[in-house]
């Protein structure tokens, strides 16, 4: 039997109304502000799409865009500005920035109570101690989607594969939040030996490494739980001609073949990344209110 679709886009709506009471209780609309110092077109793209869900729930988007060619200490002295800006609640940088710039220490410079998304040290370091009020926004999302599925994870082999300091790590912190009903996570990487080995035994299977297929439905354990977090463009042909597919990081029609839920790419934690944005900028908004 084919596994059942965890689609993302009731769980962002759920989201979204909580976003909105938030903001009803607030005497102004939240503000985010977006830092752009790119030509890139799919960056220009992806902040049409979060000023469009900001405006679904009431919250302000102004988009600054810098030069392409700005250095890292420009782009810091312009956050900083941000930072003082009492209008502004919620911040983030967009990617790619430019050559040479470090993206990681750029973000450091953003107030840790206008991080929109949640990738502060600061905010980070939280979720070792459970709160989650500025959780990453992906991490948030396989969490919800996990939520949403009713999923018992108490002492369930739960496979990571991905440790970035965005998605990866952060996801298996929040897995680990129940001192007594934790799962029994493990995490796999680029210098795993024997991916297959892990995955093919989780009940509970997460995949954020950024590579198309790189989990085969022969990977996957019969009636396992799968969020597929990557995005991949990938060029396939069809009908003759060569288009650009939307894929994850599992081969889909393989492995929902064996598993019990999985998330489609796309429309599975996509949308409820985007809504963890909404949130985690309504909740910067209150901790500075």
């Given at each position: 039997?084919?596994?059942?679709?965890?689609?993302?886009?009731?769980?962002?709506?759920?989201?979204?109304?909580?976003?909105?009471?938030?903001?009803?209780?607030?005497?102004?609309?939240?503000?985010?502000?977006a830092?752009?110092?790119?030509?890139?077109p799919g960056?220009?793209?992806?902040?049409?799409?979060?000023?469009?869900?900001?405006?679904?729930v009431?919250i302000?988007?102004?988009?600054?865009?810098?030069?392409?060619?700005?250095?890292?200490?420009?782009i810091?002295?312009?956050?900083?500005?941000?930072?003082?800006?009492?209008?502004?609640?919620?911040?983030?940088?967009?990617?790619?920035?430019?050559?040479?710039?470090?993206?990681?220490?750029?973000?450091?410079?953003?107030?840790?109570?206008?991080?929109?998304e949640?990738?502060?040290?600061?905010?980070?370091?939280?979720?070792?101690?459970?709160?989650?009020?500025?959780?990453?926004c992906?991490?948030?999302?396989?969490?919800?989607?996990l939520?949403?599925?009713?999923v018992?994870?108490?002492?369930?082999?739960?496979?990571?594969?991905?440790?970035?300091?965005?998605?990866?790590k952060?996801?298996?912190?929040m897995?680990?939040?129940?001192?007594?009903?934790?799962?029994?996570?493990?995490?796999?990487?680029?210098?795993?030996?024997?991916?297959?080995?892990?995955?093919?035994?989780?009940?509970?299977?997460?995949?954020?490494?950024?590579?198309?297929?790189?989990?085969?439905?022969?990977m996957?354990?019969?009636?396992?739980?799968?969020?597929d977090?990557?995005?991949?463009?990938?060029?396939?042909?069809?009908?003759?001609?060569?288009?650009?597919?939307?894929?994850?990081?599992?081969?889909?029609?393989?492995?929902?073949?064996?598993?019990?839920?999985?998330?489609p790419?796309?429309?599975?934690?996509?949308?409820?990344?985007?809504?963890?944005?909404?949130?985690?900028?309504?909740?910067?908004?209150?901790?500075?209110?």
């Amino acid at each position: 039997m084919s596994a059942e679709l965890l689609k993302g886009e009731p769980v962002a709506e759920r989201m979204k109304d909580e976003v909105k009471s938030q903001i009803d209780a607030l005497s102004s609309p939240p503000h985010l502000a977006a830092v752009l110092a790119s030509d890139n077109p799919g960056a220009k793209y992806y902040a049409k799409s979060q000023e469009k869900a900001c405006a679904e729930v009431g919250i302000e988007y102004e988009l600054h865009e810098l030069d392409s060619d700005a250095s890292e200490e420009e782009i810091e002295g312009y956050i900083q500005d941000l930072n003082a800006d009492s209008d502004v609640n919620g911040i983030i940088l967009l990617m790619p920035v430019p050559d040479g710039v470090n993206a990681r220490k750029v973000q450091q410079t953003i107030d840790p109570t206008k991080d929109a998304e949640g990738v502060h040290p600061t905010n980070i370091g939280k979720l070792f101690y459970g709160d989650f009020s500025l959780a990453p926004c992906t991490p948030r999302a396989v969490i919800e989607l996990l939520d949403e599925a009713d999923v018992d994870l108490g002492g369930k082999e739960t496979v990571v594969v991905g440790h970035s300091e965005i998605v990866g790590k952060p996801t298996m912190t929040m897995l680990l939040k129940s001192e007594m009903n934790s799962p029994t996570v493990t995490c796999c990487h680029i210098a795993t030996k024997d991916l297959a080995f892990h995955t093919s035994r989780a009940e509970v299977l997460i995949v954020a490494a950024g590579k198309a297929g790189l989990v085969g439905g022969d990977m996957v354990k019969d009636g396992a739980v799968v969020i597929d977090v990557g995005i991949n463009r990938v060029k396939v042909e069809e009908d003759g001609e060569s288009k650009t597919k939307v894929v994850g990081d599992v081969d889909t029609d393989a492995a929902k073949e064996k598993a019990f839920i999985i998330t489609p790419v796309p429309g599975g934690v996509g949308p409820v990344t985007t809504a963890g944005l909404l949130l985690n900028t309504a909740r910067c908004a209150r901790m500075q209110s």
